[in-house]
């Protein structure tokens, strides 16, 4: 019979057997008779399925009911699993599963997969005296590959031009991207590895062939591992909390006595949507984030900077800018010349490599007056100039010119723009270009792309939106330098723009609200709202540059490339410096930039010491 034929192949086979046999009655599993290999059986409502490694079945809503002991035979139907076999006392599970070809985000009886790794790379380093690294610039890339890269026992130095660490991150919302995660289901959320992945690449191709998918494949596979190593970080605070966290701090960061030390950490607030028009939400938020804020990026930044500096003792030396990269005769990079603040000079060198985490160049204007938002403004740090572009660049590394940035068109008084406004938007000819309840980036990118300054949000101040009220009504009121008029004849001419332009586009959107069907842009019937007077106010959308893309070109491994596809031999780049192939000319979704700096920063750390990739 069927149990007694499994039984005899465990027996004759030479070798490990786990399988699975697909009958009318069921799913028959039958594990190794030494547990060499694993089985799992995975339960959700009114269903039951069967795998070798528990992070297969997670996404698709099932959580682990059982795992099959050594030479266990079960059966499972839709109602629930049966054991035909009883387990065996011998246990060989592979230990290779831990070192080697298990999954990371995996758990093999009882043990974690990156756990089982960090522990067995921190034993290492104990045998390990070389002081391999430099590691220049700290956004949360550098601080992800400083960490990486003192676990595996190396001798790191952080080089950091600004007096505080987490360059763009600190200022930014702290937003992370995910995919199928625990807070999304949680919420009810459907989300897939593979639909984030076809999202990322459609966006970045719609306007050319910007994406290396090799890169965004392996970004995406491990967004959710991203999410989690983050959170597993417990660091110790040092000196007065209030101090050194700034109260009032959010309840799921608040720090917790752990063992006679104080800890901090980050955690999940919530998920939101990329925007109200796209599904699923998978936009992860920082403690205290949600929405279009700014700084609770801190809530990333403070724990790594805190882990790598108190609890692995990890060096960072502020106020300090890099100069030059070193090389020796072959081309191999050496180490680093900085000035320090007050104008001293500093050379550190590097037995195994530098890290390049600077940023971007959004605060440099000769590099960003190539696009047309030449009067933008910025919130990135000032130290955001793309000083690691021309320092590699002089070694011969790929720089990228990216024909777009990252640009959000908003009001600087009332934050219209960047939220789910969707009203009439003009550019800076008077001419519509977009269907505005669009993602903010999408509408952004139409309003760069038709070569405008500026954008203009059309208004009488009847629609639901309370940025767009108050805007009006400071307008109105004279309150504001937004134009206001009676007539848009008169709007147009206070706008600098021509009269005849900004009329026709306004009698043809009027036009279309009337008849209910956008047949210019696709905008749902439910956000053409009416704009009828008797008071007419535009306001103001300037463009705000923030994440720019393109700068170096690296392969998986973090590694820095030449035009010619070779590589500069120890060194590495992660983040924004080196964003090539990770954008297409609009920015796809929030939690993009962090997550994918936090990502090939750890890779960079791995690569330098020569642990393996995740």
Request: hydrophobic share 35%; aromatic share 8%; with cysteine.
């Amino acid at each position: 019979n069927l149990i007694d034929g499994i039984r005899y192949a465990q027996e004759q086979i030479d070798g490990s057997l786990s399988f699975l046999i697909l009958t009318p009655k069921g799913i028959y599993a039958a594990r190794d008779r030494l547990g060499r290999t694993p089985l799992v059986i995975g339960k959700k409502e009114e269903a039951f399925c069967v795998s070798f490694e528990d992070f297969a079945y997670l996404n698709l809503g099932y959580d682990t009911e059982h795992v099959l002991g050594p030479g266990e035979v079960d059966v499972i139907t839709p109602e629930g699993y049966k054991t035909l076999i009883t387990p065996g006392k011998d246990m060989k599970i592979c230990t290779f599963l831990w070192v080697y070809y298990g999954y990371p985000s995996s758990t093999y009886e009882g043990l974690s997969v990156e756990k089982m790794r960090y522990r067995s790379g921190e034993l290492m380093a104990k045998r390990d005296n070389v002081k391999p690294d430099t590691v220049a610039g700290v956004p949360d890339s550098g601080l992800a590959a400083a960490i990486e890269a003192k676990l595996a026992g190396a001798d790191v130095v952080i080089v950091e031009k600004q007096g505080i660490t987490g360059g763009a991150t600190a200022r930014s919302g702290g937003k992370l991207l995910g995919a199928g995660t625990r807070w999304q289901k949680k919420q009810g959320l459907f989300d897939t590895k593979d639909m984030v992945y076809d999202y990322l690449m459609d966006v970045g191709n719609r306007s050319g062939k910007f994406m290396d998918a090799s890169k965004n494949r392996y970004l995406v596979d491990h967004l959710n591992q991203t999410l989690d190593w983050l959170t597993s970080i417990e660091a110790a605070v040092k000196g007065d909390p209030v101090q050194v966290l700034a109260q009032p701090w959010e309840p799921l960061s608040k720090p917790v006595e752990k063992d006679g030390v104080l800890k901090t950490h980050f955690d999940v607030l919530d998920v939101e949507p990329i925007h109200v028009s796209l599904q699923p939400w998978r936009v992860h938020n920082s403690p205290g984030g949600g929405g279009q804020t700014n700084g609770e990026g801190g809530e990333i930044s403070t724990p790594l900077t805190l882990y790598y500096e108190n609890d692995l003792g990890g060096e960072i030396i502020y106020d300090t800018a890099m100069d030059e990269i070193l090389t020796d005769e072959a081309g191999a990079v050496t180490g680093v010349t900085c000035t320090r603040k007050g104008g001293a000079k500093l050379t550190l060198y590097a037995k195994k490599g530098v890290i390049l985490a600077t940023g971007g160049y959004a605060r440099n204007k000769d590099m960003v007056a190539r696009y047309p938002v030449a009067h933008y403004f910025s919130n990135v740090p000032h130290g955001n100039v793309g000083d690691g572009l021309t320092a590699a660049e002089k070694l011969g590394a790929r720089n990228f010119e990216h024909p777009a940035v990252q640009v959000v068109y908003t009001s600087l008084t009332n934050g219209v723009g960047i939220n789910d406004e969707s009203g009439l938007i003009v550019n800076d000819r008077g001419e519509r270009v977009v269907n505005e309840w669009s993602y903010q980036y999408t509408v952004s990118d139409a309003i760069a792309r038709s070569g405008s300054n500026c954008g203009w949000y059309i208004t009488s101040g009847k629609e639901p939106y309370g940025g767009v009220q108050y805007g009006y009504k400071a307008a109105v009121a004279g309150k504001s330098k937004d134009p206001c008029a009676a007539s848009i004849e008169g709007l147009a001419k206070k706008m600098g723009c021509d009269p005849a332009t900004l009329q026709a586009t306004y009698n043809r959107y009027c036009e279309l609200v009337e008849r209910g069907v956008d047949e210019d842009f696709g905008k749902p019937a439910e956000f053409l709202h009416p704009i009828k007077g008797p008071k007419f106010v535009a306001l103001r959308l300037h463009p705000c540059v923030t994440v720019t893309f393109g700068g170096l070109e690296t392969d998986i491994s973090a590694r820095v490339m030449k035009p010619d596809g070779s590589v500069i031999p120890h060194l590495y780049a992660a983040g924004e410096v080196a964003g090539t192939g990770m954008y297409g000319t609009q920015y796809p979704t929030c939690g993009t930039s962090i997550g994918s700096a936090l990502f090939y920063g750890r890779i960079a750390g791995r690569a330098v010491t020569d642990q393996a990739l995740l």
